[in-house]
């Protein structure tokens, strides 16, 4: 079975710096996705980025990067010019090839300090 | 705002009880999955389901149902609940096709409090 670790519960960080965010996987497919997901304290879980595993190029959705390691199973959340409103949980999530269900980490929560 | 709509916000009732849980997908999105929340497990999967067909089972409890309607809404039911239950169910959709862009839009979710 697929497991998602995230390895920082908590995460603190000076607005308009820049954040890494672990996560690790393990997974005996080749083929699979992977997701960061944002909640904040709404609640909503709101998609901030994804990787396929057959692209050697990291994802980049604006301030938002990726660094993904297949080999290393590691696939880690960069955000750049942290905002006040980048606050929330960040969760990781792996899913295989072929809808499925999502595998959730733990989370990390991520705080902006003014 | 997802597209995907969940009824009701918050639901509060006793040990023993049955609920269900109502999701509506986004447009055109043909598959339905249900998570659940919780501060012991974090986030689960519980089921997907694809065109009204059963697609894929993670960790739902047997007392624990699900089905999904010809119009494509989806019903999450919960019987016999106990405290452990209480929990932030959330339903997502996907077109459901599981290509890469395929990816799952979560609604807004049902707390559950079970006392």
């Known amino acids: 079975a697929q497991t998602v670790t995230q390895s920082q519960p908590e995460m603190s960080v000076q607005e308009a710096e820049t954040v890494t965010l672990s996560c690790t996987y393990d997974t005996s497919e080749s083929d699979y996705y992977l997701f960061w997901y944002k909640q904040p304290p709404s609640r909503q879980m709101i998609l901030v980025i994804r990787?396929?595993?057959?692209?050697?190029q990291n994802a980049t959705e604006n301030r938002f990067s990726v660094n993904f390691q297949k080999a290393a199973k590691s696939f880690s959340l960069k955000i750049s010019d942290s905002q006040l409103g980048d606050a929330a949980m960040y969760f990781c999530a792996y899913r295989r090839a072929g809808a499925d269900g999502l595998t959730f980490g733990k989370g990390t929560h991520l705080i902006i300090q003014p | 705002d997802s597209g995907v709509t969940q009824t009701p916000k918050h639901l509060i009732t006793a040990t023993g009880q049955r609920v269900t849980l109502r999701c509506s997908p986004r447009s055109g999105d043909l598959s339905v999955y249900w998570y659940q929340q919780s501060l012991d497990q974090g986030l689960q999967f519980l089921i997907q389901?694809?065109?009204?067909?059963?697609?894929a089972k993670g960790n739902i409890l047997e007392r624990f149902s699900a089905q999904q309607f010809p119009d494509l809404h989806s019903e999450l039911n919960l019987s016999s609940l106990e405290l452990g239950d209480s929990a932030l169910y959330f339903c997502?959709?996907?077109?459901?096709?599981?290509?890469?862009?395929?990816?799952?839009?979560f609604g807004p979710g049902t707390r559950l409090t079970v006392l």
């Open positions: 997502a959709s996907s077109v459901g096709r599981g290509a890469s862009t395929d990816t799952q839009y």
């Open positions: 389901y694809y065109n009204g067909e059963e697609r």
């Open positions: 990787q396929e595993a057959y692209k050697q």
